[in-house]
């Protein structure tokens, strides 16, 4: 519902709607007074059952939310790390109680209301009037009927009246305004020094007895990799394309049917009208857009004319739709464009999305590598096109042989074909034959001793590898890793005393407040920095990291040192306010938004609050099955 009224609203109540309700809630659907499906229910509020099928539809709608986010593919373990699942059931059972605390305060939708906020909406409308058979095809091709559409819209006006209502009390009086404005924008700056520990290294004292101890309780670390030793057979692809001749007329064949792989293919840029058409208005609307069309052929400026009278998105750049190629546009839109001179105006071009009409502003020419200069390239594909087909035949046919033989041992023997092989190696430092192939390496390591691969294929051709030996993990004898682990323990002992060195210091900041801060930066061999300016509105600085910015807006100059130093940036920092700069004088446009900022935190905070309130009153139970 609410994905529907984002698209579609355009009256400025529906607008509002939205924006108040999107605040807190995303889904549509809970709160239908549903009271059955108690252990198939993901949650009962009060009663009221959130069935399974809502949940699907919610953590669905949420999932591609964070997908579009990503690009298409959300990152390894984001659902974990987000709880997604209990996310999704928590906002559907906030969305129920949001509901039933408005009905239990009186807030009534009625029928009236109802149809007014349908009849609104341009997307059941034809030339602005609504359509009743319209309404029915959009929500059939929707699939929603309307008794479900119309419960769903009387819950999110319901919702909107709550929020409106509850927003009453987070108004923002001129002096909080004054206040907030005042501290908010009010600049700070540190004066900071960072400990690191690689300064402390040469102050670690040890014995043979601290490393020892030291290996022994972390001798896990220095377990060797796993080493794996090979015989393979081998079946290269570029041995295989040596064999291969390709004809020149197939190379000039291959050039003419992909040229868009060759360079740039003609493209042009038009500017269009659209005015959309639907099967019931097609004919009443075909005198309009000759209208318009004579209006643009008699010379008035087409930007002008499609930003008056477009129907889509191109509309506020009047028109313009970019550059194109072949192939990009629907076919009839795509013919005339790909006809028309430059500066040149169609006739009136029907698609599936209306009538357009279309003006030509330019043409940018293909631009091809030449046939000779990308011949090679050609030849190679072709090479590596039919290389790769009778390969796979010869590796097929060749293990199928090393199969009935019993081992690959015996397959040589049997053929005289002579193995190759490799010497131990572990997997992150590959022989050269397999270098860059990490489908080979990765089987590898995967087989035990005198196990066979299946027919791997890389990038290099086939390849199939018994593993001779193998040598496992071990922890080795600490004199064989003696230097690592001396160069371990000063690091580690180092991060020790550089901790101690800067809680010491801050320490000793805190507890004097006359004492020299450069002074005592001195004696630990740092030098004082200064950082640039930032407020609470722009919490940046480019000498200093985000946590050390989050500590430091907490500090005043009562306060002027944080209770803990900050690690960040392979650093500890230890820092003080300098100053506070008063916030600029603001314009009227700054003051206005952030006051509107100011009042939907309120109001949020309000809503928060009763939300809070309707859960320990009520009875929420959570069925942890669909958490799992």
């Not at 590596?384 to 041992?409: P, T, V, W």
């Not at 004898?477 to 230097?483: I, M, P, Q, S």
């Not at 004082?528 to 600085?541: A, D, L, P």
Request: proline share 4%; net charge neutral.
């Amino acid at each position: 519902m609410l994905d529907l009224l984002r698209r579609k609203a355009q009256s400025p109540y529906l607008q509002a709607t939205v924006l108040v309700i999107i605040v807190v809630f995303i889904f549509w659907g809970v709160g239908s007074n549903n009271q059955s499906g108690g252990q198939n229910a993901v949650a009962t509020v009060n009663g009221e059952s959130i069935t399974i099928m809502e949940f699907d539809q919610a953590y669905q709608r949420t999932m591609d939310k964070y997908r579009n986010q990503f690009g298409g593919n959300l990152p390894k373990g984001f659902l974990e790390a987000m709880n997604l699942k209990k996310q999704v059931i928590n906002e559907l059972i906030q969305r129920s109680l949001l509901l039933q605390g408005g009905e239990e305060i009186g807030i009534y939708v009625s029928n009236m209301e109802i149809q007014n906020g349908i009849k609104e909406m341009t997307v059941f409308q034809n030339n602005g009037v609504f359509d009743v058979t319209r309404y029915k095809d959009v929500l059939k091709g929707s699939r929603m009927t309307p008794t479900k559409f119309e419960a769903g819209l009387r819950d999110d006006m319901i919702a909107t009246k709550v929020g409106m209502g509850l927003g009453g009390f987070g108004r923002v009086s001129p002096r909080e305004l004054d206040e907030r404005f005042r501290f908010d924008n009010s600049e700070l700056r540190f004066d900071y020094a960072v400990f690191k520990a690689e300064s402390y290294g040469d102050k670690v004292k040890f014995t043979p007895e601290a490393l020892t101890e030291y290996f022994e309780k972390n001798k896990e670390t220095y377990k060797t990799p796993p080493q794996v030793k090979l015989k393979y057979l081998s079946f290269p692809i570029k041995d295989e394309m040596a064999k291969i001749t390709i004809p020149q007329e197939e190379i000039e064949a291959y050039y003419n049917s992909h040229q868009g792989d060759f360079g740039q293919l003609e493209k042009r840029r038009v500017r269009h009208i659209l005015l959309k058409t639907t099967e019931q208005d097609k004919e009443q609307r075909r005198p309009e857009i000759e209208k318009i069309l004579a209006r643009a052929k008699a010379g008035e400026d087409f930007a002008a004319l499609a930003m008056e009278f477009s129907q889509d998105g191109s509309a506020a750049r009047g028109g313009d739709l970019g550059f194109f190629g072949q192939g990009q546009m629907v076919p009839e839109f795509e013919e005339v464009a790909f006809r028309l001179q430059k500066g040149e105006i169609s006739d009136v071009v029907t698609s599936q999305f209306g009538y357009h009409i279309i003006k030509l502003e330019e043409i940018q020419p293909a631009k091809l590598t030449p046939l000779a200069e990308a011949k090679g390239a050609i030849e190679n594909k072709l090479k590596k096109q039919q290389a790769e087909n009778s390969l796979f035949e010869k590796a097929n046919e060749a293990y199928e042989k090393i199969i009935f033989a019993g081992s690959l041992a015996k397959y040589a023997e049997n053929f005289t074909i002579t193995l190759s092989g490799t010497d131990f190696f572990i997997q992150s430092s590959p022989p050269p034959a397999f270098d860059g192939h990490p489908e080979v390496i990765s089987t590898a390591f995967s087989l035990k001793k005198g196990e066979l691969s299946s027919l791997i294929n890389s990038s290099a051709g086939y390849t199939v590898l018994m593993v001779e030996d193998r040598k496992e993990p071990e922890i080795p004898a600490f004199e064989e890793v003696k230097e690592k682990v001396k160069k371990d323990f000063i690091g580690a002992e180092a991060k020790v005393l550089c901790q101690k060195a800067a809680e010491d210091t801050l320490a000793a900041l805190r507890l004097q407040a006359d004492v020299d801060f450069a002074k005592k930066m001195k004696e630990n061999g740092l030098s004082v920095q200064e950082s640039g300016y930032f407020s609470r509105i722009k919490r940046t600085s480019k000498e200093l990291p985000k946590q050390v910015i989050e500590t430091g807006l907490t500090l005043t100059a009562e306060s002027p040192y944080p209770e803990k130093v900050v690690t960040a940036d392979n650093g500890i920092y230890v820092f003080r306010l300098k100053d506070v700069k008063d916030a600029p004088a603001e314009n009227d446009k700054e003051r206005q938004a952030f006051e509107a900022r100011l009042a939907m935190e309120k109001q949020k905070q309000v809503m928060d609050a009763w939300l809070a309130y309707l859960m320990k009153m009520g009875k929420v139970t959570i069925n942890e099955k669909y958490l799992n």
